[in-house]
């Protein structure tokens, strides 16, 4: 049998990550870090799931250079389902985030995490078109 544990992300700023995924509801369950091989690992869960999120934080080089990635787009996406896609989507935009692709359509929306992955958010059933969502219109990719 095959259980499937968890998906990883590599990011640039742990801090600002973990604070986007709590906009969302996900939390921290747990965190490790090694000296040695110079990263920090931060799992990340919906509250009662066993799914997790892998953050990976590859610390500066001695040197103080940092890794930067490119290319979030080509990863995909991670999807949540949530209960009020309009109230979640007005949670991360009053926090600053920008809502790609807003849920006109009471059903589906997108925003990135700071690091440019796409995040789909899946209305659980399906709400009326409502304004300003059904208006407004999409803002970069997702």
């Not at 990550?17 to 990263?39: D, I, M, N, Y």
């Not at 009662?48 to 990635?69: C, F, K, R």
Request: net charge negative; aromatic share 12%.
């Amino acid at each position: 049998m095959t259980e499937f544990l968890h998906t990883m992300i590599r990011v640039t700023d742990p801090d600002a990550t973990v604070a986007f995924f709590k906009l969302l509801g996900v939390e921290e369950t747990r965190r490790f870090s090694s000296e040695q091989g110079r990263f920090t690992l931060i799992y990340l869960a919906a509250p009662g799931q066993d799914y997790e999120v892998e953050l990976t934080y590859n610390w500066p080089a001695e040197d103080g250079s940092a890794e930067t990635y490119t290319g979030g787009r080509n990863f995909g996406h991670l999807a949540f389902r949530v209960d009020d896609i309009y109230a979640t989507c007005q949670t991360l935009l009053d926090a600053g985030v920008t809502i790609n692709r807003p849920p006109r359509d009471g059903h589906m929306a997108f925003v990135k995490t700071p690091d440019g992955i796409s995040i789909e958010l899946l209305q659980n059933g399906r709400l009326d078109p409502a304004e300003p969502w059904a208006s407004m219109p999409n803002a970069g990719s997702w």
